[in-house]
């Protein structure tokens, strides 16, 4: 950590955005980035590690949107909370996910989820609090909430459990200083969606003891509705409840930045200050993008859900034999996991080896916490044929280390 605080004086947020002394050792992306310089390089290296489809396009209608709404001026200040249209907007299509009725002024719009995710922390969480997590939890979760000062307190899943929600060890660890409990739902990186039971039980002990319920459903929209299960109906949550969405993944969206946190009246008022004072507004020909997507492709999230589930059933039919490694597929979100625990070698070492060897980039856990360390993320996310190929390149390897 020298290198943050040596020379020229930075404050101490610096040490809590910076990768600890143990993701050094572990850089989460360090497998991808070899990767990507690969490709640059001209190699023909199938990249599983990513989670966009990064062979798809935005649809037309929202591009030509944006075009249109630059050509016609829209490229000025705007309300820092979001356009009231698009509020609105988002409030209905949160109702219609989640069946919660919400105004568009307990919206507030932000450059992606995780720009929302940050604001959120920052309003919520100070030095001295605890925020509590499920393990594995998406990698940026870490230096996100943590910046706040607050101390994690990140509870691993099992896979003698099939990786499911521990409900107990997260309500034990509630404390008089816990502030938040942060979930992910369907989860990123194990594709798990919540039961209902199972967010009714954290639902219940953030109303008892008044702590902050903080969901991130990124990729709510593009799972089978029978399989997502959202606490927003349960009685006297709303109060707690915080709702951190946007559409980059179901929208094919994600270098556009656009995305929101819902909540009670109070947040959007805080959320408005931070915002006045963090981007001041953001571009309404993205918004104006955002309202098109929103109104005229709607069905996107459906498309992205089947060509997700088709490259699914793909894996399931060419990523085999796989020896000692586990495949984890909870049938949900945009990847399926090798926990490769009865290999006797890290998630990392295996995906150097893959990558060096039969040129696929996978993606090891280790940036999502410890309980990462020996599960590998597989992006469902390339075309069919190269996915096909990534399988057949990753049984030989294993077939190789045999
Ligand atoms: C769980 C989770 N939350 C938030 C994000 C960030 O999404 P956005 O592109 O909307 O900022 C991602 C992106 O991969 C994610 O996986």
């Known amino acids: 950590l020298e290198r943050y605080t040596e020379g020229m004086k930075f404050s101490p947020l610096t040490k809590r955005i910076a990768p600890t002394q143990e993701q050094d050792d572990l850089d989460a992306w360090e497998v991808h980035n070899l990767a990507v310089d690969r490709v640059a390089a001209g190699d023909d290296v199938i990249l599983l590690s990513i989670g966009q489809e990064a062979n798809e396009v935005t649809p037309p209608a929202i591009v030509d949107a944006a075009i249109d709404s630059l050509r016609a001026g829209r490229h000025h200040y705007s309300d820092v909370r979001g356009e009231h249209e698009l509020r609105q907007a988002i409030a209905r299509y949160h109702l219609q996910l989640t069946g919660q009725s919400v105004n568009a002024d307990d919206c507030t719009v932000y450059a992606g989820a995780q720009n929302a995710l940050f604001a959120v922390a920052q309003v919520l969480l100070e030095s001295g609090d605890e925020a509590i997590l499920s393990e594995p939890f998406y990698s940026t979760y870490r230096a996100t909430f943590g910046a706040t000062g607050a101390h994690l307190i990140s509870l691993p899943v099992?896979?003698?459990?099939?990786?499911?929600?521990?409900?107990?060890?997260?309500?034990?660890?509630?404390?008089?200083?816990?502030?938040?409990?942060?979930?992910?739902?369907?989860?990123?990186?194990?594709?798990?969606?919540?039961?209902i039971e199972q967010l009714e039980v954290i639902a219940d002990a953030c109303v008892a003891n008044d702590i902050w319920l903080v969901l991130d459903t990124v990729y709510a929209d593009i799972v089978d509705v029978k399989s997502l299960a959202l606490p927003h109906r349960l009685s006297a949550i709303e109060h707690n409840l915080i709702t951190v969405g946007s559409l980059s993944k179901s929208h094919r969206m994600t270098g556009w930045r656009i995305g929101w946190a819902i909540g009670p009246a109070p947040l959007a008022t805080h959320l408005g200050n931070l915002s006045m004072c963090m981007h001041y507004g953001?571009?309404?020909?993205?918004?104006?993008?955002?309202?098109?997507?929103?109104?005229?492709?709607?069905?996107?999230?459906?498309?992205?859900?089947?060509?997700?589930?088709?490259?699914?059933q793909l894996v399931h039919q060419h990523l085999h034999p796989l020896g000692k490694i586990v495949l984890h597929d909870s049938g949900q979100g945009m990847f399926v996991i090798l926990d490769v625990t009865?290999?006797?070698?890290?998630?990392?070492?295996?995906?150097?080896?893959?990558?060096?060897?039969?040129?696929?980039?996978?993606?090891?856990?280790?940036?999502?916490?410890?309980?990462?360390?020996?599960l590998i993320r597989l992006g469902l996310c390339v075309d069919d044929e190269q996915l096909v190929v990534a399988c057949q390149r990753i049984v030989s390897f294993i077939a190789m280390r045999a």
């Open 282 to 312: 953001l571009p309404p020909f993205i918004m104006d993008a955002a309202i098109a997507a929103l109104r005229d492709a709607a069905d996107t999230p459906r498309t992205v859900q089947q060509h997700i589930a088709h490259r699914r």
């Open 342 to 374: 009865d290999l006797g070698i890290t998630a990392r070492e295996f995906a150097l080896g893959l990558l060096e060897h039969c040129a696929v980039a996978v993606l090891p856990c280790d940036g999502f916490g410890p309980a990462g360390r020996t």
């Open 158 to 195: 099992h896979r003698d459990n099939h990786y499911q929600l521990d409900t107990d060890a997260i309500v034990d660890a509630i404390t008089a200083r816990t502030r938040a409990i942060i979930l992910n739902t369907p989860n990123n990186p194990l594709g798990t969606c919540y039961s």
